[in-house]
């Protein structure tokens, strides 16, 4: 159900967006989530399906901005100023489920998950 494109490799200071495009039903919730070379994965950015509540890592607070396009659902994760320790494969995953929005950042509040798609940033 979900499929996440946009990622590659960009020097430190540049931007990428990251696309997955959810289908089939309605969320309560999106999120991204990352994971670097032998780390678990990590919260990144997550949203309520009509965007009353968003929370950042405070590592990506200020350069991420995480979005949805509400006619296509195509969800979005703006990057910008990327540093070398924003390398990782990156997630998106949707919640099909109606739980709170102070759930959100929490990885298990997730029953749906992308692939991944792999974000570089070269020093």
């Known amino acids: 159900q979900l499929q996440a494109s946009g990622g590659g490799l960009v020097q430190a200071g540049g931007s990428l967006r990251l696309s997955c495009t959810a289908s089939?039903?309605?969320?309560?919730?999106y999120g991204w989530f990352r994971q670097a070379p032998g780390k678990e994965r990590e919260f990144v950015a997550a949203?309520?399906?009509?965007?009353?509540?968003?929370n950042y890592a405070d590592s990506v607070k200020g350069r991420f901005t995480i979005s949805r396009n509400n006619i296509n659902n195509t969800l979005y994760l703006r990057m910008n100023t990327l540093k070398p320790e924003d390398t990782a494969v990156y997630f998106c995953?949707?919640?099909?489920?109606?739980?709170?929005?102070?759930?959100?950042?929490?990885?298990?509040?997730?029953?749906?998950w992308g692939p991944g798609t792999e974000v570089t940033v070269s020093s």
């Open positions: 949203s309520t399906w009509r965007g009353e509540r968003k």
């Open positions: 089939g039903r309605t969320f309560s919730a």
């Open positions: 995953a949707v919640n099909s489920r109606a739980w709170p929005a102070s759930t959100i950042a929490r990885n298990n509040a997730y029953d749906y």
